[in-house]
Nanobody
Framework: QLQLVESGGGLVQPGGSLRLSCAVS????????LSWFRQAPGKEREGLSCISSTDGSTKYVDSVKGRFTISRDNAKNTVYLQMNSLKPEDTAVYYC??????????????????????WGQGTQVTVSS
C-alpha cells in the first residue's frame, strides 16, 4: 500500500519561500507520476506540478511557472515542491498525489484528481504578513 506524507507547510510572508516534501513509502514499484495539488477554502482542488519517477519529466500550470519547482530524490523516495515568490493567493492546503506507471514528458497524467490513486493528508501553507 503506497503511502504519501507531506511536510514543510507553514506561515510565510508574501515574497517568501517554502519547500514542501512528499515522502513516498510502501510502493512495490519505483515507477509512478506524482503531482502536487492545492485546495483553498471554497475552491476546487487545483493541480500545480507533476513529475515522473521514470525520467524526471515535469510539467507546471501557468500560475506557478517560474515560481515553483518540482524535483525528486529517488534515493530518499521523496518529491519536493520548492515555492518561491509566494503570494497571499497561494494560501491553501497542499497535497501530493501519485498514480503508478511509466510516464514521460509526452504522457504525464492530467491534473484531474480522480486520475490519482494515492493521496497524502495535506499540509497547510499560509502566505500572510
Amino acid at each position: 500500500q503506497l503511502q504519501l506524507v507531506e511536510s514543510g507547510g507553514g506561515l510565510v510572508q508574501p515574497g517568501g519561500s517554502l519547500r514542501l516534501s512528499c515522502a513516498v513509502s510502501g510502493f512495490t514499484s519505483d515507477y509512478y507520476a506524482l503531482s502536487w495539488f492545492r485546495q483553498a477554502p471554497g475552491k476546487e482542488r487545483e493541480g500545480l506540478s507533476c513529475i515522473s519517477s521514470t525520467d524526471g519529466s515535469t510539467k507546471y500550470v501557468d500560475s506557478v511557472k517560474g515560481r515553483f519547482t518540482i524535483s525528486r530524490d529517488n534515493a530518499k523516495n521523496t518529491v519536493y515542491l520548492q515555492m518561491n515568490s509566494l503570494k497571499p493567493e497561494d494560501t491553501a492546503v497542499y497535497y501530493c498525489a501519485a498514480v503508478p506507471g511509466f510516464y514521460n514528458v509526452y504522457d504525464l497524467p492530467p491534473f484531474i484528481p480522480t486520475k490519482y490513486d494515492y493521496w497524502g493528508q495535506g499540509t497547510q501553507v499560509t502566505v500572510s504578513s
